[in-house]
């Protein structure tokens, strides 16, 4: 490998420890401090993600009714999230799916950002929510930097190349180990739950962000660009950075929905059929 070939597989590793040095530690302070910082926080980036999604989607501001509908697009996730933070899930959700009335492209706009914020949200109510939340930050992070890592540094196969062609399987995989390592880490430093537990919904909540990542990769493919956005140094914009996150907080959110009182990476199989049989014969029944 020449010196030229090395030193561009590690161009963009500087912008991005700065941008991770600025990030991380703003992220970590409002997770633990929790009521309106970390609720704020939330809302700021999930306005941000729509704005981006729209753009991406090709969506125009325009003049008019049509800048009019954008504000309405722009602030429904919001309304989605205020409800949530009233405690009303159900109106919540119910403004989610209702944003299909704007179309098919507008409504996956205001999913992506709601339902990650939405489910973020969940994740840090109880009282030990800091530690759930921090769990599945730090999975996403190591899943993201040690494919990057190992990418980097073993090369071979491509993943995705229709798709995403820097990434390789060997990124894939070194995201999984690390992905799990971290959560068992996390476990052992909270002395909450298994960390068996926290090694296989570790590497599980991995395999989601890196689907997410490929996802996001996909739809930027798809309309022709390299980046959702500038607004990150090194990474692009906000859903280049949390794409990963969007995908792996919902199914952290499910879960713990279908084990109320336990830590969710203390969760088993069969646990989660149990729950999911409970919840469909409830549904059933109350049909009738």
């Known amino acids: 490998m020449s010196q030229q070939n090395s030193a561009s597989r590690w161009s963009d590793l500087r ?12 992220a970590a302070l409002c997770i633990l401090a929790g009521g309106l910082a970390y609720r704020g926080m939330i809302l700021l980036v999930s306005l ?41 899930w159900r109106v919540a959700f119910a403004l989610v799916f209702a944003a299909g009335i704007f179309g098919a492209a507008q409504w ?36 993201d930097s040690g494919a990057y890592l190992a990418g980097r540094v073993f090369g071979g196969a491509k993943l995705a190349p229709r798709i995403s062609p820097g990434k390789t399987r060997s990124g894939a995989v070194g995201g999984l180990i690390a992905a799990g390592l971290v959560g068992m880490l996390v476990v052992l430093s909270s002395g909450i739950g298994s960390p068996l537990g926290g090694l296989i919904w570790g590497m599980i909540l991995g395999f989601a962000s890196q689907s997410g990542d490929l996802a996001e990769s996909a739809a930027k493919r798809r309309v022709g660009i390299k980046d959702s956005g500038k607004l990150i140094p090194g990474h692009g914009g906000l859903l280049d950075r949390f ?12 879960v713990s929905l279908c084990v109320p009182e336990q830590i969710f990476w203390n969760a088993t199989p069969h646990d989660i059929f149990a729950a999911l049989t409970h919840f469909f014969v409830s549904s059933s029944a109350s049909s009738h």
């Open 108 to 143: 996956a706009c205001v999913a992506v950002a709601a339902l990650g914020g939405l489910s973020l949200f969940w994740l840090r109510e109880p009282p030990y929510g800091a530690i759930l939340v921090l769990f599945v930050v730090a999975v996403v992070i190591a899943s």
């Open 15 to 26: 912008l991005r420890l700065i941008s991770a040095a600025i990030i991380v530690p703003v």
């Open 48 to 88: 941000g993600l729509v704005y981006e999604a729209m753009a991406m989607a090709g969506l125009r501001w325009g003049r008019g009714a049509l800048k009019w509908r954008g504000w309405l697009l722009l602030a429904w996730p919001l309304a989605a999230l205020l409800a949530a933070m009233k405690g009303e």
């Open 243 to 254: 794409d990963g996150l969007l995908a792996a907080a919902p199914l952290a959110a499910l």
